[in-house]
């Protein structure tokens, strides 16, 4: 059964830093996802995106935050600057352009700031 | 804007027992809603969903919820719990035409032998 990968599992990065998470989403998927989960806390929303724009954006997707899809399979956040409060587990989802609605989320990344 | 309220935060239950888990859900416009499973250390798998039709579901691993419209409620339910069902139960919606999924808190699921 196709699945949503993302790497790496966990990341570690020292305050300040820049990280890059990276998603291959499954192949004929045409919406992509990023949601946060910090420790004990729930699921939330960062961005959601389409046709090769962001479509959707919560306000914690704020200007450190960007997302791209660099070629036909990989899709990208990126944090400029990470800050403490940014450690929390990074799951990538993605969904078909037809049918039944149902987004489908990789294992996630786990993010430790230090 | 969209929320969604499961009132218990844990739950536990003696194996075989029946066990239903709460969801409510505000919302001013139609709703897709799903459940999901964590087991732990791993990431979020669909157990099953509600976008139209019959308002019981069923879905993985026996269980099932009720969409009432009325009550604005999509609670869990599985009539005989296993050790294996251990794990957080987080109940989500999403607007019709909108792409965010909101979570709820979660419910963590505990299985006692």
């Known amino acids: 059964e196709p699945e949503v990968t993302q790497t790496p599992s966990h990341q570690v990065t020292q305050m300040g830093q820049e990280v890059i998470l990276r998603c291959v989403p499954i192949s004929n998927h045409l919406y992509f996802y990023w949601y946060r989960q910090i420790l004990g806390q729930k699921v939330e929303f960062l961005v959601s995106?389409?046709?090769?724009?962001?479509?959707?954006k919560s306000e914690i997707f704020d200007d450190q935050f960007s997302v791209e899809r660099p070629d036909g399979s990989n899709f990208t956040l990126k944090i400029r600057s990470t800050k403490l409060e940014d450690s929390a587990m990074y799951f990538c989802a993605s969904r078909a352009d037809r049918g039944p609605y149902e987004q489908y989320f990789g294992p996630g990344t786990r993010l430790t700031v230090t | 804007a969209q929320s969604v309220t499961q009132l218990d935060s844990q739950v536990p239950v003696f194996e075989e027992a029946p066990v239903e888990l709460r969801c409510n859900y505000s919302?001013?416009?139609?709703?897709?809603l799903f459940w999901y499973v964590q087991y732990p250390n791993q990431g979020l798998q669909l157990l099953l969903k509600?976008?139209?039709?019959?308002?019981l579901v069923k879905g993985i691993n026996g269980f099932e919820a009720e969409f009432n419209k009325s009550q604005t409620s999509f609670h869990l339910r599985k009539p005989s719990v296993h050790i294996s069902d251990t794990a957080e139960y987080f109940c989500?919606?999403?607007?019709?035409?909108?792409?965010?999924?909101?979570f709820g808190t979660g419910t963590r699921l505990t299985i006692i032998p």
């Open positions: 989500a919606v999403v607007n019709f035409g909108n792409e965010k999924l909101t």
């Open positions: 995106f389409y046709n090769n724009e962001i479509s959707e």
């Open positions: 509600y976008l139209s039709g019959s308002t």
């Open positions: 919302s001013s416009v139609s709703v897709y």
